[in-house]
């Protein structure tokens, strides 16, 4: 097995494409519906709720932003859709509903393949896959990157072994990595951080994915990379339909390329919908506090930019009731101490879990 995180399978899966009949966006059906989703690690000083009661759609060719900030189960979250979570880690509740055909209402609930099943590894890395936040330990170091790519090629497309080593040096090439004949011969270890995680990229899109999950891409690049990257995802959405799940610290980003974006504090989404919202009318007091913890363009570069007053919460030392209330400028004494909120559809587009909403 030579990519340790995508298995080896012997079923190939092909991606269906929308119709131009068909809706699309936001008004199409979700291809990816997270319903309640819990992923815990069992350690041995407790039970950390890495992620305690997700719910997220995600639209085709549209793009989900996840943001919040470091801790608060994006990644975990990511990795459980594709039920790659690491022991001690289990997903014990929830569903994760995939629309394999765009054209049919039916949804497949991944979570009744197993982890390791053959339908699950026939949709891991190719329909669904997923660019890594640590492309270091994404890759393995026994095996050349020209031969990772023809591993991922293999098992889900028909290619054969010349068009698959075009199609990966023309990858490489469309992620800007120079000279990509010798690199497809060379091993991960001689690429640079940033040449890897553009490598990353080039695995996660080769297989034409209809759900692109991107944990934190473009961090490890230059602004000049990152913006040629971000133009390739959006060309791909554009040209497939593909929907992604876009993982970030990063704000300006989100403004970007997101069409919608879901806030997450300690293992909950506290506030999800259209982006315009997120920026213009942000409800959360814990999404306002990201927004105003961005540097504007008005800050000078030596004034100090504000940050969320206090620190996040250990895991195993959740705060009662609302978890954000300890830090949150809008706390209710006698009620977000105690009783913890739901989120709920406070208008037409826009769920937040706060009590200052509840009469809506
Ligand atoms: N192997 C593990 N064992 C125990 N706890 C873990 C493990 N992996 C993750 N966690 C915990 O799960 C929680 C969520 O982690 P996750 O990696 O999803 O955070 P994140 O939002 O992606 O953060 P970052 O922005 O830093 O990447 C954290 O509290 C983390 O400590
Ligand atoms: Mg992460």
């Known amino acids: 097995m030579i990519n340790s995180l995508y ?20 008004s199409a059906d979700p291809v990816i519906s997270v319903r309640d989703l819990e992923t815990h690690f069992f350690t041995d000083e407790g039970v950390v709720r890495a992620v305690d ?9 549209t793009t989900m932003g996840i943001v919040g900030e470091s801790g608060c189960g994006k990644s975990i979250t990511a990795k459980s859709i ?30 009744n393949y197993g982890a390791n099943s053959e339908s699950m590894r026939s949709i891991r890395g190719g329909e669904i896959s997923m660019i890594f936040q640590e492309p270091m330990t994404s890759f393995s170091s026994l095996h050349t990157f020209g031969n990772q790519i023809d591993e991922a090629l293999r098992l889900h497309t028909n290619l054969s072994k010349n068009e698959r080593f075009e199609l990966g040096v023309d990858w490489l090439a469309r992620v800007g990595i120079p000279n990509p004949t010798q690199r497809m011969h060379e091993y991960p270890f001689r690429f640079s951080g940033g040449q890897l995680q553009r490598a990353m990229i080039a695995m996660a899109m080769c297989t034409n994915p209809k759900v692109l999950i991107a944990d934190e ?7 000049t990379t990152q913006a040629q990257i971000l133009d390739l995802l959006q060309r791909m959405q554009e040209e497939n339909d593909m929907a992604i799940v876009f993982i970030t610290h990063d704000l300006g980003v989100i403004a970007e390329i997101a069409d919608e974006v879901t806030v997450m504090y300690l293992g909950k989404v506290v506030e999800s919908g259209p982006v315009h919202n997120f920026f213009d009318d942000p409800m959360h007091p814990y999404s306002r506090a990201l927004l105003t913890s961005i540097p504007s363009m008005f800050t000078l570069s030596r004034e100090r930019l504000p940050s ?3 620190s996040i919460p250990h895991p ?6 609302c978890a954000f209330h300890p830090r949150c400028q809008s706390y209710i004494e006698g009620t977000c ?24």
């Open 53 to 61: 009661g997700v719910n997220f759609d995600v639209h085709p060719g």
């Open 337 to 360: 101490n105690i009783r913890e909120p739901e989120l709920v559809s406070v208008n037409e587009d826009q769920d937040v879990s706060c009590f200052l909403y509840e009469d809506q």
């Open 308 to 310: 969320i007053s206090g």
């Open 217 to 223: 891409p473009t961090t490890a690049l230059d602004v």
């Open 82 to 111: 594709l039920q790659i979570v690491e022991a001690p880690g289990r997903i014990v509740n929830g569903e994760i509903q995939y629309r394999r055909d765009a054209g049919s209402g039916e949804t497949v609930n991944l979570l």
């Open 316 to 321: 195993q030392n959740r705060p009662s009731g």
């Open 7 to 26: 298995p080896m399978t012997t079923e190939t899966a092909t991606s269906p494409t929308a119709t131009s009949e068909q809706p699309r966006g936001l």
